[in-house]
């Protein structure tokens, strides 16, 4: 496993400690500020989780960067 796929996989095992914690607060009782709050920093962190997947995916396959589609050109 090169260096760059383990801090990816560390990376994402982090953000679903995060991503955990956020969802706890939703389930609490309602308390409007926090779970704004938690609402918008959730969905915050699953859109990076999704990132980390995808660089994982591409760090799997070889990939270095990504598609030229995907980039906007």
Known sequence: MTDRLETLQK???????D??????????PFDRDKAERSRIRFVETQ????????AIAGEK???????VAAAGF
């Open 11 to 17: 990376a994402r095992a982090r953000m679903i400690e």
């Open 19 to 28: 991503r955990d914690g956020y969802a706890k607060v939703l389930a609490a």
């Open 47 to 54: 859109s990076l989780i999704d990132a980390l997947d995808r």
């Open 61 to 67: 396959t070889g990939e270095s960067g990504p598609p």
